[in-house]
């Protein structure tokens, strides 16, 4: 009996100590694939680790259905969710323009006898949406889903594979709603949907499912189409979860309430287009923003120093250039944490460590104001070599201030930031021209604010190097700030100083695709009516030099400059080259890569090696016939 006492003893133990740990099991957060909902999930787990709750986090599990399923059984707890796919998960709909509230207590009251809830609206909607390029849609003349109709059976169409398959509001439903057959359904996993805006920017395909919270839709100037039958409800977005969660977590409730009509439609795409076009880690957003509004305690973190981090001016085309060299390098590169870094000098960014690949023009590369006696040219800034070319920027100097007609006219010229690309090249030309100008760098966050800071900082001329359609050089063209011409350039010995600065014309042309319809040159451009004489230079992507190459080019203001990024591999450096398609070479002046530098056929083996190797082969053959004699030799009876 004291045995069986002893026995029943322990297995009561056991069982309390089980039921103790039930107690302790974590709050399960799940969460679909999309952007914006991995965003709320971390936002979610953020705060109720904040709250003192053991979180474990299940985000990206799949779809709407596969991740209700795995709320119903248990398997999460809570999850994000938008109002109009939960009620078609239950096969229901509702008019667009229903009140929030009316839909969220139609959802609590078919949920309920689940055993799940929904909290309060969140304070963004993320509806779908059929949209297209802005000129490709007036072209046609389409505005409405109706509009398109008539026009589908010779477009392309892009969704994601789960609102194809959905029966109540997704591909099919809609089809038969409008009327509406594509030629060619071009379909996506929902985890990679920002491929579509790719496909339709390139134009594989005419019409993209979209969402509302999707920044793309602003970057790429997009026409969202109007559902003019009201085929979609609106979707905003909330929380489902477990009723049984709030027992265990009483907490968790205090945390719905925080949440509710917090995240407006600004804030949404705004966190959204970090995570879509900037490519960052959702978790590292979303704690991020939570410890900047004061909400969570703790310091943001330091960057990984070996991500693939592309760094670019301050005036660059974030969603022109820089965003086209940003998507190249993440399709290269579909496991690395690619970001991009806005820097007054980008090179400098690859010395800090906090980028490993820069977007620069050639000029960036030297410190004029000294010769190299050795090239007879500025000294370059060690430490950094170009790994591949992605296109072609051009000298745009604006005249800030009545009667400057010519640059030798200007006692002050405005440019970038110290170390940037048009400050190098505002140096170089300062020295070529033989110009007494004062050089005045300035910096602004955006390019809008840095043609404010241009047009404030009371110089005569402002000088930018950039691709034609940068928007800092665009802002400047819309305020009718005349373009100066670049003359007497090749009369000297600038080609040979300064082989990296090539004459070269812009003309209005070259600017008005990227004027909306009817601002053309003869309302927003009145400084620019003709062609314009100017310098082109190559605009490339520089990475860290090897170690071997510190030594070189140690004169001069960059001296100092010793970069702790580690530098690109050669099967790295052919990747970008066969992402970026490029077909001309890059300057011969500019360090390069090694996996650049053109590959030599190696020479055949001598056929006649030293007496030695001889003497050995002759010996091995001799000793290959031997074994083989001894192998087909006849054996002697004993």
């Known amino acids: 009996m004291t045995g069986i006492r002893s026995i029943l003893s322990v297995l009561a133990l056991v069982f309390i100590l089980g039921g103790c740990g039930s107690d302790r099991q974590p709050l399960q957060i799940g969460g679909k694939q999309s952007p914006e909902n991995q965003i709320v999930a971390e936002l979610v787990a953020e705060l109720a680790e904040a709250a003192g709750i053991p979180v474990q986090r299940r985000i990206g599990l799949g779809g709407s259905r596969l991740t209700l399923e795995a709320l119903k059984r248990g398997e999460i707890d809570i999850y994000p969710e938008n ?126 499912l979209v969402r509302s919270a999707d920044p793309q839709i602003e970057i790429f100037d997009l026409r969202v189409l109007e559902d003019d ?136 590369f030297f410190a004029p104001g000294s010769v190299d006696p050795t090239t007879g040219r500025p000294p370059l800034r060690p430490g950094v070599e170009a790994v591949a070319l992605v296109g072609t920027s051009f000298l745009q100097a604006f005249a800030l201030k009545p009667g400057i007609e010519r640059l030798e006219d200007a006692a002050v010229i405005a440019t970038g930031a110290r170390g940037s690309s048009g400050f190098r090249a505002a140096q170089s030309i300062r020295d070529g021209l033989q110009l007494g100008a004062t050089l005045r760098p300035v910096e602004g966050d955006t390019p809008g604010m840095l043609a404010d800071a241009l047009v404030k900082s009371g110089a005569d001329v402002a000088v930018l190097m950039q691709p034609i359609g940068n928007s800092t050089a665009l802002e400047l063209l819309k305020r009718g700030l005349p373009l100066l011409e670049v003359e007497n350039w090749i009369q000297r010995n600038n080609r040979i100083v300064f082989p990296y600065l090539q004459p070269a014309q812009i003309a209005p042309s070259d600017y008005e695709r990227f004027l909306p319809a009817g601002q053309g040159n003869g309302t927003r451009m009145a400084g620019f009516n003709r062609p314009v004489e100017t310098l082109a230079t190559q605009l490339v992507l520089a990475g860290p030099a090897s170690p071997d190459d510190l030594g070189l080019s140690t004169q001069g203001p960059g001296a100092s400059f010793v970069p702790r990024a580690l530098p690109l591999t050669d099967q790295v450096v052919e990747r970008i080259n066969a992402a970026t398609g490029t077909t001309e070479d890059i300057y011969p002046v500019l360090p390069q890569a090694r996996a650049l530098a053109p590959r030599l056929p190696q020479p055949p083996e001598p056929l006649n090696p030293s007496p030695l190797a001889s003497l050995l082969s002759v010996m091995a053959l001799a000793m290959l016939v031997w074994i083989i004699w001894l192998m087909l030799r006849p054996m002697r009876p004993d």
């Open 229 to 364: 039958l009201d085929f979609f409800a609106r979707h905003d977005g909330a929380l489902v979860y477990r009723k049984a969660a709030l027992e265990r977590f009483p907490a968790l409730e205090d945390i719905l309430e925080q949440l509710a009509g917090a995240i407006g439609n600004p804030q949404m795409r705004a966190l959204n287009r970090r995570v879509t076009v900037r490519g960052e880690d959702p978790r590292e957003v979303v704690r991020a923003e939570l410890i900047r509004l004061g909400l969570i305690d703790g310091e943001i973190g330091e960057k990984d120093r070996q991500a693939l981090n592309l760094a670019v001016s301050l005036s660059a085309n974030a969603d022109g250039e820089a965003g086209t060299v940003l998507r190249q390098l993440r399709r290269s590169f579909p496991t690395s944490t690619v970001n991009l870094v806005r820097s007054g000098d980008p090179l400098g960014a690859i010395e800090d460590a906090s980028a490993r690949i820069a977007l620069v023009s050639a000029p960036a």
């Open 83 to 208: 109002t109009g796919t939960g009620l078609a998960l239950l096969g229901l709909a509702q008019s667009p323009d229903v009140d929030p509230d009316a839909s969220i207590a139609l959802l609590r009251e078919r949920y309920a006898s689940l055993g799940l809830g929904w909290s309060a609206p969140l304070g963004f909607e993320n509806r779908p949406s059929l949209a297209m390029l802005s000129d490709r849609a007036r072209a046609l003349g389409i505005r409405t889903y109706s509009d398109l109709a008539r026009h589908a059976d010779r477009l392309a169409l892009g969704v994601d594979s789960e609102f194809r398959g959905r029966p109540v509001d997704g591909l099919a439903p809609l089809g038969r709603r409008y009327g509406m057959r594509f030629q060619r359904i071009f379909e996506i996993e929902p985890r990679d949907r920002s491929e579509l805006f790719d496909r339709l920017v390139d134009g594989e395909i005419d019409v993209a």
